[in-house]
C-alpha cells in the first residue's frame, strides 16, 4: 500500500481532489539487482480549472488525464484564474 499525503492550498481555482502526484519505483529485472530509478507522475482528477504541464492542459474540464511522467525541468500549473 502507498504512503498517502493530502496537501491544501488556499486557493480559489483549486478543488479539493484537485491532481494527484505520486511516485514509481520500477521492480528490478532479478532479485540480488537493485531497484529501477524512481519516476514521478501526476494525472488531473478531473479539475474544473485544469492541471498544465509546460503550459499544456492535461484534459478538458471535468475529465481526469492519464498518468504524465514529470521530468527535471517541467512546468507544474494548478489550476488558472481567468
Known sequence: MPNVFKLGFKS???SRA?????LKVSPSSDAASAPGAPKLFIRDTGSSSGTFLNKH???AAGIESHPIE???GDLL??????
Open 77 to 82: 500549473q494548478l489550476g488558472v484564474d481567468y
Open 12 to 14: 480559489k481555482v483549486l
Open 18 to 22: 484537485h491532481a494527484e502526484i505520486w
Open 57 to 59: 492542459r492535461l484534459a
Open 70 to 72: 514529470l521530468k527535471d
